[in-house]
């Protein structure tokens, strides 16, 4: 007993011990807000006021020292995610994961992201090098002097502290962004390589059908790919590989289905004078890719989303202008099949004749491995990303045609010539639409759908960025791999800023852009043939045009919007089923009487949502075979499913058993199985159909990097809510339907904002999630995610008491 007595003696004072020391690193490793601090490298004293919510007001006498303190506040509150962000766009992942890290340092050395941003450094003209120097001497005055612990993530993974940050460090961030929101040009042309193995290219058409029927008819790639002796899944599966895991490399575009913004004239509201809305649909995460502030300094006050790694406020609104921001899908990048000299296989075929491939050598150092020695071939196009992984190398066969080829990719943001930083810079100082609207035509990086509004009483719509130019005589249109040997497919320079789609002040005063095709009848030249579904666009304009006048309050309910318009077209097409079992029957009958809306307190979004996957499996997965885990994603499926029921789809009789092709199979029959298969499988986990709830399946999940694949720590990083909407309504959430937790959403609004022309005291409204703070033992880790999920807000505008202030003094030299 007194060995019993004694044990628990020590286990007490041990369990003392342990939580004394949680309690007081919880503490310790938060960053000080309040008080006085002196640091290196800054000219005169910056008061950094933050709001109950974390938002900096940065008040400074320079430019320079505002961007300073932007920087010291970034890696105050989010020294973790510019860390492991900066270490993406270097390759240098593997240095602190291991070897689970290999596969993603390969792939961004191969593209160049680091070598790019150098390149663009270098490139800055004099203001702006000065400007991005003083941003990375604000990180690095808080690496240098800062009192706090580091964050839980460089304990628990024993990461080495932070190097200093250098002006290459803020760019490559911003070439992550821009891969992020271009790189789905690529994923779609290898998705339709793999599936020219199978099928036809009309069956590719049903499967993959576009949203523009004026879109340009491609030749007959399949016939090409078959002449070349080219079976599509030999090179689509080795580089499907490396493509798998991209949307986690940036800001998860791609699974965010585009965003929404929109913007109306004085003539549309109750003030007389412009309101704008923006909601970005990105990958969710924590802490947010976003990070909230405002800049004051002499000529200078603007207040909106900044990116942690990068100056400059991105998306926000100053005295005078607003603007905001959805990606057009311009096609900006082309992948090009290169034939390997079978003599030399270090030359490839162009129109000139053969030529070296182009070479360099780089070294990953593995954490708790051997370093992996790498090299990387480049094209006149660029690199070749067949050797980004030795298993792409391994998949190719012994012999036959396909070892004579390989994939290389052209990619608009890899060439010389940015000047997108000095682009964001203008349009913070922007004193009117006009400059506004000058400012914007140097965003080079990234390829966007902008809309603006200004004090002055206008508004205006400018796509940005830079978009290739290409041939007349190209047939394929980026559509997939083109012939690299073939000059026809060659660039021929860019679209010239004023030749891209603008508008200013249009007579109807509203401009509405969801990813929808935003090119006029007849518009030359060609910018994509993928445009996005048009429901989210359709709805807004519904919603905006059914209010006489506006208020924010109205735009607010609109942001909130649930219906789903491709849900009621769904529906239409689905009315006649007729299920076999009662509680079949119990579920059509509900989702007759429904709305489309998809509210997370009601049952019928979830029993909609089960069926559309389930019926997706009966008529899809036996055509598909061994594609169908990877390629049928929900939002191309909606179109696909629209046409199989509407006759739209008649390459093939898809609702067929491809096992067993004599016997023919109604689609409505498919259907009423599908529906009995879902609500059968839903009544059984939840007792009565009346007890399901949309929000509870329809979770929304906002992952952290990297703990949100190791269970032990998931919990303590990763923030989730329930969640209303899908991937076609306004209030989006975007669901994979595949996998063990099929209706969850890990792409959604990553903020919205409304801003109000008529008032610099009430200039708008914002809200993001999950919270500001990187630091999960900080009450704003996670503090906005309930009033995010709700699509509550808060007012834009500095506090007139903040609740905590810092001044940053320079030293006494």
């Known amino acids: 007993m007194r060995v019993v007595r004694w044990t628990l003696a020590v286990l007490s004072v041990v369990l003392v011990a342990a939580i004394g020391v949680w309690l007081w690193y919880r503490q310790a490793s938060l960053p000080e807000h309040e008080g006085t601090l002196r640091v290196l490298s800054l000219a005169r004293p910056v008061q950094i006021a933050r709001d109950d919510a974390g938002v900096p007001t940065i008040t400074a006498q320079t430019e320079a020292d505002a961007l300073f303190a932007l920087g010291f506040a970034h890696a105050q509150d989010r020294l973790w995610q510019i860390e492991f962000n900066r270490r993406i766009g270097q390759g240098r992942i593997a240095e602190i994961v291991g070897p689970a890290g290999v596969d993603t340092d390969r792939f961004l050395r191969t593209v160049g992201i680091y070598r790019q941003a150098q390149a663009i450094a270098h490139g800055f003209d004099p203001e702006t090098g000065a400007l991005v120097e003083a941003y990375c001497a604000g990180i690095n005055a808080y690496l240098d002097g800062h009192h706090d612990l580091p964050p839980a993530e460089f304990l628990l993974l024993r990461a080495p502290y932070p190097e200093h940050w250098v002006p290459a460090d803020v760019v490559a961030w911003t070439l992550m962004m821009a891969w992020d929101l271009s790189a789905?040009?690529?994923?779609?042309?290898?998705?339709?390589?793999?599936?020219?193995?199978?099928?036809?290219?009309?069956?590719?058409?049903?499967?993959?059908?576009?949203?523009?029927?004026?879109?340009?008819?491609?030749?007959?790639?399949?016939?090409?790919?078959?002449?070349?002796?080219?079976?599509?899944?030999?090179?689509?599966?080795?580089?499907?590989?490396?493509?798998?895991?991209?949307?986690?490399?940036?800001?998860?575009?791609?699974?965010?289905?585009?965003?929404?913004?929109?913007?109306?004239?004085?003539?549309?509201?109750?003030?007389?004078?412009?309101?704008?809305?923006?909601?970005?649909?990105?990958?969710?995460?924590?802490?947010?890719?976003?990070?909230?502030?405002?800049?004051?300094?002499?000529?200078?006050?603007?207040?909106?989303?900044?990116?942690?790694?990068?100056p400059f406020v991105v998306l926000g609104r100053n005295a005078h202008v607003a603007w905001g921001f959805t990606t057009t899908y311009a096609d900006t990048q082309d992948l090009y099949l290169e034939r390997v000299d079978p003599d030399h296989p270090d030359r490839y075929q162009t129109p000139e004749g053969s030529a070296p491939f182009e070479t360099r050598a780089e070294t990953i150092q593995v954490r708790g491995g051997d370093p992996v020695s790498l090299t990387v071939r480049s094209t006149r196009h660029g690199p070749v990303i067949s050797g980004a992984l030795a298993a792409a190398d391994a998949a190719l066969p012994t012999d036959g045609s396909p070892r004579g080829y390989v994939l290389a990719l052209r990619w608009a943001s890899l060439e010389a010539g940015d000047t997108t930083l000095r682009a964001f810079r203008a349009m913070?100082?922007?004193?009117?639409?006009?400059?506004?609207?000058?400012?914007?035509?140097?965003?080079?990086?990234?390829?966007?759908?902008?809309?603006?509004?200004?004090?002055?009483?206008?508004?205006?719509?400018?796509?940005?960025?830079?978009?290739?130019?290409?041939?007349?005589?190209?047939?394929?249109?980026?559509?997939?791999?083109?012939?690299?040997?073939?000059?026809?497919?060659?660039?021929?320079?860019?679209?010239?800023?004023?030749?891209?789609?603008?508008?200013?002040?249009?007579?109807?005063?509203?401009?509405?852009?969801?990813?929808?095709?935003?090119?006029?009848?007849?518009?030359?030249?060609?910018?994509?043939?993928?445009?996005?579904?048009?429901?989210?666009?359709?709805?807004?304009?519904?919603?905006?045009?059914?209010?006489?006048?506006?208020?924010?309050?109205?735009?607010?309910?609109?942001?909130?919007?649930?219906?789903?318009?491709?849900?009621?077209?769904?529906?239409?097409?689905?009315?006649?089923?007729?299920?076999?079992?009662?509680?079949?029957?119990?579920?059509?009958?509900?989702?007759?009487?429904?709305?489309?809306?998809?509210?997370?307190?009601?049952?019928?979004?979830?029993?909609?949502?089960?069926?559309?996957?389930?019926?997706?499996?009966?008529?899809?997965?036996?055509?598909?075979?061994?594609?169908?885990?990877?390629?049928?994603?929900?939002?191309?499926?909606?179109?696909?499913?629209?046409?199989?029921?509407?006759?739209?789809?008649?390459?093939?009789?898809?609702?067929?058993?491809?096992?067993?092709?004599?016997?023919?199979?109604?689609?409505?029959?498919?259907?009423?199985?599908?529906?009995?298969?879902?609500?059968?499988?839903?009544?059984h986990e939840a007792g009565d159909l009346d007890r399901l709830r949309w929000g509870w399946r329809h979770a929304a999940v906002f992952e952290h990097r990297p703990f949100s694949s190791v269970p032990l720590l998931r919990r303590w990083f990763e923030q989730r809510v329930a969640h209303p909407g899908d991937g076609d309504t306004i209030n989006v959430g975007v669901l994979r339907l595949k996998g063990e937790r099929p209706f969850e959403t890990r792409a959604a609004a990553s903020l919205r904002i409304i801003y109000d022309m008529s008032s610099n005291d009430a200039p708008g409204v914002w809200m993001f999630g999950p919270g500001q703070s990187g630091n999960p033992f900080s009450s704003q880790y996670g503090d906005l995610l309930e009033a995010w999920s709700k699509v509550r807000y808060r007012p834009i505008g500095q506090p007139a008491h903040p609740a905590l202030t810092l001044t940053l003094k320079p030293f006494a030299r």
């Open 184 to 310: 789905e040009a690529m994923r779609n042309e290898l998705q339709r390589l793999r599936l020219s193995a199978r099928f036809s290219m009309a069956e590719i058409d049903d499967f993959l059908p576009l949203w523009d029927e004026s879109a340009p008819r491609t030749a007959d790639y399949v016939a090409l790919y078959r002449q070349l002796g080219l079976p599509g899944h030999t090179l689509s599966d080795q580089t499907q590989q490396l493509v798998r895991r991209l949307p986690e490399l940036g800001f998860a575009a791609s699974q965010g289905e585009g965003s929404n913004n929109w913007v109306v004239a004085g003539s549309r509201t109750i003030s007389g004078r412009p309101l704008l809305a923006n909601d970005p649909h990105l990958g969710l995460s924590s802490p947010s890719v976003w990070y909230f502030a405002r800049l004051k300094a002499p000529g200078l006050d603007v207040f909106g989303a900044t990116l942690p790694g990068v």
């Open 428 to 683: 913070n100082y922007a004193a009117d639409t006009r400059q506004l609207d000058s400012a914007l035509r140097g965003v080079t990086l990234i390829v966007q759908n902008v809309v603006f509004a200004g004090d002055d009483g206008h508004i205006g719509f400018r796509v940005v960025g830079r978009v290739p130019l290409r041939r007349p005589d190209n047939d394929l249109y980026g559509l997939v791999p083109s012939p690299g040997w073939d000059e026809r497919y060659d660039w021929q320079g860019w679209i010239a800023p004023d030749e891209l789609p603008r508008s200013l002040d249009p007579p109807q005063g509203v401009i509405v852009t969801a990813n929808q095709k935003i090119t006029p009848p007849g518009y030359r030249p060609f910018l994509t043939m993928e445009w996005k579904a048009p429901y989210r666009a359709r709805r807004i304009e519904q919603l905006v045009l059914a209010v006489p006048r506006h208020d924010v309050a109205s735009f607010e309910r609109i942001q909130a919007d649930v219906t789903s318009l491709a849900a009621r077209e769904m529906m239409r097409a689905l009315s006649a089923t007729e299920p076999a079992t009662a509680v079949g029957r119990a579920a059509l009958q509900r989702l007759r009487a429904w709305d489309g809306a998809m509210r997370a307190d009601a049952p019928e979004p979830l029993i909609y949502q089960a069926w559309v996957r389930r019926l997706k499996e009966l008529i899809f997965d036996d055509d598909l075979g061994p594609l169908a885990a990877d390629l049928v994603e929900p939002v191309p499926l909606t179109a696909a499913l629209l046409g199989v029921l509407t006759g739209r789809a008649h390459a093939r009789n898809w609702c067929d058993d491809a096992g067993a092709p004599d016997r023919h199979i109604d689609c409505l029959a498919l259907a009423a199985a599908a529906l009995d298969q879902a609500a059968g499988e839903l009544a």
